[in-house]
């Protein structure tokens, strides 16, 4: 019976996770804006599982003390609410610009000094949205390459990041880099977000110049019965370029 029942519970906790992230996946989308927030999102549902809690150890401990104690230090020199997820920007740029200059070291500090923890991750995350913020993309880039290496291969937390990459690289316009770390991202096949990033993956392989391997996610994620989990803008793309392939194959 207990066996059953922690069954039930992990069950409960990835079909809470899943909902969240497919709410908030949504919403990033179609506003374009960084998926750090989805990221503590969904960990803030993980956070209060059994599950969660049984893979922390003391040294995770100590990483997510250093970063709560970093953020908490950043968010009171940006004016916000303490553990606000999102603020208000303050009304002098430049006192957000010290800010953002002086956080992101102890961003990176964290994610350095904490190497191979969740929380490392999630630091160079900030630092890397941090060093976007600041005109910097390609620091950017360096930070969340790094936090993969703390990820942990196979992870949610991977694939968030793999994802927000993926948005950096669709802004820089590299449509193929994008495509591959959506995909690389939705073949996770834990990922609650799996399916949504597949179809990123798509979108941005269409974007490319290569409408077979566009269509050929599509009908992966066809055959999964997954479309409800798909922007609608993506499915009418692929599903316009899927109507004229067969037309052009019986024309």
């Avoid at 100590?62 to 709560?68: D, G, I, K």
């Avoid at 969340?144 to 948005?167: C, F, H, I, V, Y």
Wanted: proline share 4%.
């Amino acid at each position: 019976m207990a066996r059953h029942h922690e069954t039930n519970q992990a069950d409960e906790t990835l079909h809470q996770i899943e909902e969240s992230f497919d709410r908030v996946a949504h919403w990033v989308s179609a506003r374009r804006i960084p998926l750090a927030l989805a990221a503590l999102l969904v960990l803030a549902v993980a956070a209060g599982s059994d599950l969660y809690q049984e893979r922390r150890s003391a040294g995770d401990d100590e990483a997510a003390e250093a970063l709560a104690h970093v953020r908490a230090d950043y968010l009171n020199a940006m004016g916000a609410e303490p553990g606000a997820l999102v603020f208000a920007e303050p009304a002098n740029p430049e006192i957000a610009r010290s800010a953002r200059e002086r956080f992101v070291k102890q961003f990176e500090a964290v994610g350095h000094d904490h190497a191979g923890s969740s929380a490392a991750a999630l630091a160079l995350l900030e630092a890397g949205n941090l060093h976007e913020k600041l005109g910097a993309p390609h620091l950017a880039v360096d930070a969340w390459k790094a936090a993969l290496e703390s990820a942990g291969a196979g992870t949610d937390l991977e694939a968030l990041l793999l994802q927000r990459m993926a948005r950096a690289q669709e802004d820089a316009g590299d449509w193929k880099a994008a495509a591959e770390a959506h995909e690389r991202a939705g073949r996770n096949p834990e990922y609650p977000g799996r399916w949504h990033a597949l179809a990123d993956a798509a979108r941005c392989r269409l974007e490319a110049g290569e409408p077979d391997a566009a269509l050929a996610l599509f009908t992966e994620i066809q055959n999964a019965d997954v479309l409800d989990r798909v922007p609608a803008s993506t499915v009418a793309r692929l599903r316009e370029l899927e109507v004229s392939r067969q037309r052009d194959a019986t024309g």
